[in-house]
């Protein structure tokens, strides 16, 4: 992840430099807990292998810095979100638009992203959330507050993922872009261990400003 924003920010003094303003558009990616904890080949006893590289790319195919890490360890979410938003910090400080970076999380990546919301406190960014968030959650994680745009997607057959409109009702940032999908693909929460066109094409589109 640093040497991604080690390019980002030597791209930005060289826009500057020139007097043009930057209009590159960001994704940050956070992967979901399987991948903390075993390489990228291993497989997943039910979904199979995390196809970490190939989301990526779909993502730099379109045109997006992608920055992003394999993290190891069962890091804290709250702590790795922190991270994160430094690192959006110095986007911000560098010239990026708000509106031009795009946080998007699977699975824990996604509690992690929501921790960046709240952190961020930004209404300006954008930010998917894929696959994570329970019902329960508004007794367990009740200090998160949804802040950006925000696009939930979760799976009809996956019961790690529902809608999250009471949560937003619950956040206290106005939030002007608000949407949730719902896929049913029958693969309940293994459809975010694959860069299926039900999850990616949305994405690419809210990150593009497409609410």
């Not at 110095?90 to 708000?98: D, V, W």
């Not at 508004?138 to 998160?144: A, K, V």
Request: proline share 3%; net charge negative.
């Amino acid at each position: 992840m640093k040497i991604s924003l080690l390019i980002a920010f030597v791209f930005c003094s060289v826009s500057f430099a020139l007097g043009q303003p930057n209009e590159e558009k960001f994704i940050f990616f956070l992967h979901n807990r399987f991948l903390e904890e075993h390489e990228l080949d291993e497989l997943h006893p039910e979904f199979g292998r995390a196809a970490y590289l190939e989301i990526i790319n779909e993502f730099k195919k379109s045109g997006f810095k992608v920055i992003s890490e394999k993290r190891n360890g069962n890091v804290s979410v709250r702590t790795y979100a922190e991270i994160i938003k430094i690192q959006i910090d110095s986007l911000l400080n560098c010239g990026i638009s708000s509106n031009n970076i795009t946080v998007v999380g699977t699975s824990k990546g996604g509690y992690i992203a929501q921790y960046v919301s709240t952190l961020s406190n930004n209404p300006e960014l954008n930010f998917v959330f894929i696959g994570s968030f329970r019902e329960s959650d508004m007794e367990s994680l009740p200090d998160i507050n949804y802040c950006g745009n925000i696009l939930n997607i979760y799976e009809r057959t996956d019961s790690l993922g529902v809608s999250a409109i009471e949560r937003k009702k619950s956040s206290s940032c106005e939030i002007v872009h608000f949407k949730e999908i719902e896929l049913n693909t029958g693969l309940g929460h293994g459809f975010l261990f694959k860069p299926l066109c039900a999850w990616i094409e949305p994405t690419l589109k809210w990150a593009n400003g497409n609410y």
